[in-house]
């Protein structure tokens, strides 16, 4: 009785169900931030911080581990993503926080 009442729960607005399981996501993430280190574009850093900010969606913190990366992939893409509103923002191919 308890399993059907925990599959009836409403998800987050933050999960996507394209992404199910933090692996998945954290593999999105990556790829993403691969993309973003060989050409730097603003799109990319949305993107990312978008990713980030899913996975702390409750559905993917499995481990007090991912729950840390979550929350710090947030402040760092966030970071990324407000220094292109930056008027000094022509030295993002140099990121500090992606060296």
Wanted: glycine share 2%; aromatic share 6%.
């Amino acid at each position: 009785m308890q399993k059907q009442v925990s599959s009836i729960q409403a998800t987050s607005e933050l999960f996507d169900p394209e992404l199910p399981t933090a692996k998945e996501l954290m593999a999105a993430i990556c790829c993403v931030a691969t993309q973003y280190a060989l050409k730097p574009t603003q799109e990319l850093a949305i993107l990312a911080s978008d990713l980030a900010k899913k996975l702390t969606a409750p559905e993917y913190a499995d481990t007090k581990l991912i729950e840390d990366i979550a929350e710090r992939l947030v402040k760092q893409w966030t970071r990324i993503v407000s220094e292109y509103g930056a008027e000094d923002s022509w030295m993002l191919e140099t990121h500090n926080t992606l060296q």
